[in-house]
């Protein structure tokens, strides 16, 4: 992920994006897919439209790209209105789920595929391609077909055909879905690698929420056809702007209950005569139904009632080991189910709390939050 510190025009108020949205609307019929949306991607920029399916977000990555037309607004891509330009026309690739190689060209063919079709000279080509094959480590299955890769490969031969002609745009239209976990996760490192060494602007569309969070510099959440929130990983996850937000991005615990008092932090009444505090989330107001998003790892869990903070009490019923971490599932006396992760930083020999163990599980006033419901 490009660092937050160094990289940040979306805050700097002279900063120019390379695309513009302008209430964007895009209608099916009587269906709307895309609802007024506006938004700008700068140049440079890692960006992830991420969401469930059918909340929108291919509908506007193929708007991008030139292969849907918006019902209304307009598209702008450094400073070009793209209003009746056709795809090929446009300074933009995209690199298809499937990857779409020609199955009876070489790696070194596939690339060259584009470069060929614009006729450049056969110099120009070859120098391109081999610039491509070095960036994406591919140079010693350059006359491989692609029967002959593994899906890793494969996904790299089809990232570097769509980085060959120097897009100013990059669209990546869930581009690892068809790897396992394990290669996944490598490529995720791979793919902003190359990102960052091309400077190009990347956007991805993607429902896997880690893959998101990983790559990102910004993140945009989406929902039936409307942008929930758009922000860096981190604010995603640690300062969501609601509920949904809160709980589409990674696991959380939400208690519900109504404001009691608000300032810097909130009071969230929540059973008879008991009370919970968390950083105030926008717009609370004393009295109204809220609920406090808080993070399983952000939860202690003891078998004696701590002295200060948030602290609630409960029966395990559910353990999961995971290796780097237990998941414990507490039924809290007056509430919900309670998740806790605790890391397990050294060989696990017993269990400190096993099934129907009382315990006390406990937070600090700033680690959960309060959104209005």
Same mark, same amino acid.
């Given at each position: ?6 990289? $940040? ?13 302008? $209430? ?60 009746? !330009? ?7 690739? #995209? ?39 070095? =960036? ?10 692609? $029967?002959? =890769? ?12 769509? #980085? ?21 996760? *490598? ?19 993607? $429902?896997?929420?880690?893959?998101? #969070? ?47 008092? !608000? ?12 009370? =919970? ?27 004696? *009632? ?30 919900? #189910? ?30 959960? =939050? !309060?959104?209005?419901?």
């Amino acid at each position: 992920m490009v660092d937050d510190k160094a990289f $940040h025009p979306w805050d700097d108020p002279t900063a120019t994006p390379l695309i513009r949205i302008e $209430h964007i609307s895009k209608r099916f019929g009587d269906f709307t897919a895309i609802d007024d949306i506006s938004l700008g991607i700068y140049p440079k920029e890692f960006f992830a439209l991420l969401g469930p399916s059918g909340c929108g977000k291919t509908t506007l990555m193929r708007m991008l790209a030139g292969f849907e037309t918006p019902s209304e607004g307009r598209i702008t891509i450094d400073g070009a209105d793209m209003a009746g !330009v056709p795809p090929n026309k446009r300074a933009v690739n #995209m690199m298809f789920q499937s990857y779409a190689l020609f199955p009876h060209l070489s790696v070194w063919d596939n690339i060259a595929f584009g470069l060929k079709r614009d006729r450049l000279d056969k110099d120009r080509v070859a120098a391109r391609v081999d610039e491509m094959l070095k =960036l994406t480590q591919l140079g010693k299955l350059a006359r491989r077909k692609p $029967h002959q =890769l593994s899906g890793g490969q494969r996904q790299r031969v089809a990232l570097a055909r769509a #980085m060959a002609k120097a897009p100013k745009l990059l669209l990546l239209d869930e581009p690892l879905g068809a790897l396992d976990k394990k290669l996944r996760q *490598e490529t995720q490192f791979e793919l902003m690698d190359i990102q960052e060494k091309t400077g190009t602007t990347f956007v991805i569309v993607t $429902h896997d929420q880690e893959e998101a #969070m990983t790559v990102a510099s910004r993140v945009a959440v989406m929902n039936h056809g409307e942008l929930i929130q758009v922000d860096t990983p981190g604010r995603i996850y640690e300062a969501p702007s609601s509920i949904y937000v809160a709980d589409f991005i990674g696991d959380v615990n939400l208690i519900e209950g109504r404001v009691g008092a !608000v300032g810097e932090l909130a009071e969230l009444n929540w059973a008879e005569g008991r009370s =919970l505090k968390g950083q105030a989330g926008p717009s609370l107001e004393p009295g109204q139904a809220a609920t406090l998003a808080i993070r399983p790892e952000k939860i202690a869990i003891s078998r004696e *009632e701590p002295e200060a903070g948030n602290r609630v009490k409960g029966r395990i019923v559910d353990i999961g080991y995971l290796g780097n971490l237990s998941t414990y599932h507490v039924k809290l006396d007056e509430g919900p #189910m309670i998740k806790c992760e605790v890391g397990n930083r050294s060989r696990l020999a017993r269990r400190d709390f096993t099934w129907e163990d009382e315990v006390w599980l406990s937070w600090t006033d700033t680690a959960g =939050l !309060v959104l209005s419901s």
